[in-house]
């Protein structure tokens, strides 16, 4: 039964719906609270997590290839949804700015507090930067930036953030893209790769505990949002890795039969022994799955950067 007096707020909607279906679920997104964007942080600079450094490999060894595919006639706007502490992306910005490149950079993030703390690290770094932070969801921004956008616009999606999603969520996300493209605009998008699944796994494992704790947050939450008693202890963190179809899956598993009780639902969840809560996906590409979702989605990939051990792959799109 739905709580009396309805739900206050899309989170615990969510989680009621999670927690009541079979077999149970949360939503990776609700994992990055100041907390997790704490753990997060920690999560990239982890020797296992490859995926910052070859990202950052990337940037470093293409530099200048990749500044010149991102200029346009009248110089061009450089997007970036979900910019973070902009650690990557300060690698490019640094040559943009040195060789004079016309252009403006606008961070997208739901966070003001976010965008206030990378305009004001970039304005120290790189003083000279035209940078105009934009507050708002990723695709009413787009929308509004293509309305009165008048010269190339280079959307930048790092991270291989599109990995949480499903394929058809991936398709959707790439078709809202696009539809703010104009045709000499372009997609700069990381795409980790499939590689040794022991690789992959350590990845989503460490043994510091930093995963573990990043996947937990999400009970942490529950527990002080919406007054819950999740034992952290007696949870699991678990991951797994299908070589066939690239998907890492991180599951929370019950180590004992439970109840945990969560006041602000109305509800106490059941738990049986070993039973499990699945919470993220990190999906791995090959060139034809990405070539794939950009047909799915009516782009076309133009051409690719990858790092030396090809563990990942940014790529260029068009419409
Ligand atoms: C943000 N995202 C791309 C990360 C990933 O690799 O899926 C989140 C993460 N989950 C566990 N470690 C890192």
Redesign the pocket.
């Known amino acids: 039964m739905k709580p009396t007096t309805g739900f206050k707020s899309a989170f615990e909607e969510d989680t009621y719906k999670g927690l009541n279906s079979y077999p149970k679920y949360l939503l ?1 997104k609700y ?1 990055y609270d100041q907390k997790g964007d704490k753990l ?1 942080q920690k ?2 600079e982890m020797p296992e ?1 490859y ?1 910052t450094k070859c990202e950052t490999e990337i940037f470093k060894g293409n530099t200048p290839a990749i500044a010149d595919s991102f200029n346009g006639p009248d110089g061009f706007d450089l997007i970036e949804l ?1 910019a973070g502490d902009g650690k990557k992306t300060k690698i490019l910005l640094r040559h943009l700015t040195e060789k004079n490149y016309e252009f403006t950079y606008q961070p997208v993030d739901i966070s003001q507090n976010v965008l206030d703390e990378l305009q004001s690290s970039l304005l120290e770094e790189l003083p000279d930067i035209q940078i105009k932070p934009q507050q708002g969801t990723y695709f009413k921004t787009l929308e509004r930036l293509s309305d009165y956008n008048t010269r190339k616009k280079v959307i930048l999606v790092l ?6 999603l499903l394929h058809k969520d991936a398709i959707d996300f790439l078709k809202n893209i696009k539809s703010s493209m104009s045709q000499e605009d372009m997609l700069f998008m990381g795409f ?1 790769q499939k590689k040794d699944p022991q690789k992959i796994l350590d ?2 494992n460490d043994p510091a505990g930093i ?1 573990e704790a ?2 937990k947050n999400l009970l942490s939450r529950i527990n002080r949002d919406l007054d819950a008693d999740f034992d952290l202890d007696s949870f699991l963190h678990w991951e797994t890795y299908d070589p066939e179809t690239g998907t ?1 899956k ?1 599951f929370l598993v019950s180590k004992t039969e439970q109840q945990v009780k969560i006041p602000k639902l109305e509800f106490t969840a059941h738990f049986k022994a070993w039973e499990t809560i699945h919470t ?4 791995k590409y090959d060139d034809e799955v990405v070539h794939w979702l950009a047909a799915e989605s009516g782009l076309k990939v133009e051409t690719s950067f990858t790092d030396k051990k090809e563990f990942y792959r940014n790529y260029v799109f068009r419409k």
Not at 159 to 164: Q, V
Not at 280 to 283: A, D, K, L, R, T
């Open positions: 990776s994992i997060f999560i990239m997590y995926l979900g991270g291989s953030n599109i990995g949480n980790d990845a989503y995963t990043f996947n890492a991180s993220e996906i990190s999906q």
